[in-house]
Structure formats: C-alpha cells, structure tokens
C-alpha cells in the first residue's frame, strides 16, 4: 500500500536526512518508525503526504506516484495526526472533525454526522464533546479529536508523527490501548513515529528501526527484540 522506492532527502542547507529509503507497508499493516531524534522519521513520514518533497527516489501510495497525484486527492487519502495536534480554536469539536470531508466536498450534514461517528470511535461522546471547543478539552482528548478529524474522509492510510507523545504516562497507554482497539475495527495501513520503543513494540505488526538516515532493521517486534 506504501512503497518506498530509493528515496532520498537532503535539505537545502546540506543535510542528509535520509537516504536509499527502499521499503513496503502492506495494506492493513501497522508499521511503527523507532530511533534517536534527528534520524530522519518525520522527515520519512511527511515525503508520503508530500509535505516535504523527497530530492531522489520516489513513492507509491496504493500504487501510485505521489508526485503526481492530485493535492486534493492526497488529502482525502491519507489521515495525519501529529504530536500537538492544531484545532481550529474557534471551531466546534464537531466542526473540526468535519474539516477534510468538508474540505474534499462532502455535504454538511453528511460531514457532521460522519463527524459524530469518529469522535465515537475515539471514545468522545459526540454529545458531549462535540459542542466543546479545543479549550475545553485536554490535552489527551485533543489527541483523539486529532485521530478522529484525520480518520473522518475515510482515508486508507495514515500517518502519525508522535501522536501520543505529549500526554502523560498513563493518558498514553490508554490512549494506545483504544488505538489499539480502533485499528482492529478498521485496519488502515499505518506509519506511525515514535521515539518510545515500548510503544513501537506495542503497536508496530512490524518495526522500522533507524539509523543515522537509514533503516538498519525492519522486522516483527519479536524479531526486533530477539536481536542480541
Ligand atoms: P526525526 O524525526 O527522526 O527526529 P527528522 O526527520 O526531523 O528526524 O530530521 C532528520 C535530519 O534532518 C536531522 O538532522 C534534522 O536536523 C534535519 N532537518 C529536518 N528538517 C530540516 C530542515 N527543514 N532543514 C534542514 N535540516 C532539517
Ligand atoms: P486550511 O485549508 O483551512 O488551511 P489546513 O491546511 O490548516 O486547512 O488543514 C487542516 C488540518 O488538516 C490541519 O490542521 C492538519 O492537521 C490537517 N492536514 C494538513 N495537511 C494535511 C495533509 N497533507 N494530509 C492530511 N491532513 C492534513
């Protein structure tokens, strides 16, 4: 469903962030992105939304170029949840879940009630939290609103840069157990990053573990930690 095709970043300073990046997400597969800061997995996450441009290589999303799919079309197929997640302050809670359907055209009540159904999933009464803004909320439900606004189009794959990083200990194994839960229901094709290899453990069905701009090992957890 992802396929990285000798992909290569270096930023206009110089910097090599990546380089020879060659490697395949399947459908429905979870695959968690673990190293040291400053080793290139953000950098790796955001080429696949073409928020960043990769400068050689090149990568397919459900077998095609992302370089030439249409931005818009990008959009509605790929969620994206980052570790501080930005709402709209002066929007609903609703309002914000219903940001890429809206965006990619869908009717407002049809948006809405999709809305409904996300902030559900992610264990937010809709009732409840849907009239709440962002203020209202903290900093663990933020996260879930972010999870449930990048699943709300209904994308295949998403990605996610640290997205339980900034809460609390215990806030971040719930929120991962009800990930956990939420991906078994409905199976997207994940890269998730993470700095925290418990976490990649936990939710990775296999793990990219990085070098300096480079993957050194891409296997199951299993395999990972048997590694003397
Ligand atoms: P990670 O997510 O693993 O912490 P990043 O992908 O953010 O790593 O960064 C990889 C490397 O690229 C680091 O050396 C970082 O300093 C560098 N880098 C990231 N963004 C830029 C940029 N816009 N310009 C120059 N160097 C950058
Ligand atoms: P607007 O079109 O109003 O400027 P934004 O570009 O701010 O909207 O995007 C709204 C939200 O959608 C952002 O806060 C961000 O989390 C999310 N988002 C931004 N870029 C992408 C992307 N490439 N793929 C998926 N979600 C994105």
Known sequence: ???????????????????????????????????PS??????????????????????LVGGEDVATVDPVRLRRRIGYVIQQVGLFPHRTVLDNTATVPSLVGWKRARARARAAELLDLVGLDPRTYGPRYPHQLSGGQRQRVGVARALAAD???????????????????????????MQAAVRKTVLMVTHDIEEAVRLGDRIAVYGQGRIEQFDTPAAVLGTP
């Open 155 to 181: 994308p295949p794959v998403l990605l996610m840069d640290e997205p339980f990083g900034a809460v609390d200990p215990v806030v971040r194994e719930q929120l991962q157990d009800e990930f956990l839960r």
């Open 1 to 35: 469903m992802i396929r990285f095709e000798q992909v290569g970043k270096r930023y206009p300073d110089g910097t090599t962030a990546v380089d020879g990046l060659s490697f395949e997400v399947s459908e429905g597969e979870l695959v968690t992105l673990v190293g």
């Open 38 to 59: 400053g080793c290139g997995k953000t950098t790796t996450v955001m080429m696949v939304n073409r928020l960043i441009e990769p400068t050689s290589g090149r990568i």
